[in-house]
């Protein structure tokens, strides 16, 4: 059976969601596809390139908001963007860990410019913006990676009665009443409100 790039790339994202990244490997998906494992190295030359496809894909598929829009000031795009990239990767199981330390491919490189272009435009210097950028993606990974985690693994909150510290109980009892989104927009907000002083 002849495969092609995307179909491989198709098919492991749907093995991404139903096993995880642990017990994804190239040996299960080249049995998923009924080929050989040699057939998939055809195309990408190891698990590492394979999972920059995913991510390339994950991103194309699920996150909407890239590229600023009409009516967009800095704040709204950064905020709206950020957003977007945590629910794209939250679209998939473990995703947070497929996109960290992945490669851009080359049709990044005109949104990374768009990106850069419009906040140029809006006051900032392009090294400003590029760290803007880059920072605001790598909090974003980072609490998806966090995110994720504690959906599989949940954490135990200290209370009154299993931390002999009374502050760190009673922050805890608060923080515990919080969803994600409202942790997730807390930081982004904190951090947005650090750029606009």
Known sequence: ?????????????????????????TRALAARLDVQQP????????KRALMDAMNAEMMRSSHLY?????????????RNHSVSFRQAMLSYRDGARVHAGSRAEASDVDV?????????????????????????????VGFVLEEQAEADHPPELPNETTSPSPLLSAAFEDYGTLSQDELFDDGLAAFLDGIGR
Do not use: C
């Open 1 to 25: 059976m002849k495969i092609d790039r995307a179909q491989i790339v198709r098919e492991a994202l749907v093995l991404l969601k139903e096993v995880g990244l642990d017990k994804m490997s």
């Open 39 to 46: 057939a998939l190295y055809w195309h990408f030359k190891n």
């Open 66 to 78: 890239r590229v600023p829009r009409d009516g967009d000031d800095w704040r709204s795009y950064l």
């Open 112 to 140: 990374a410019d768009r990106q850069l272009e419009f906040l140029i435009a809006q006051g900032f210097d392009g090294r400003q913006a590029l760290k803007m950028l880059v920072t605001l993606a790598r909090f974003t």
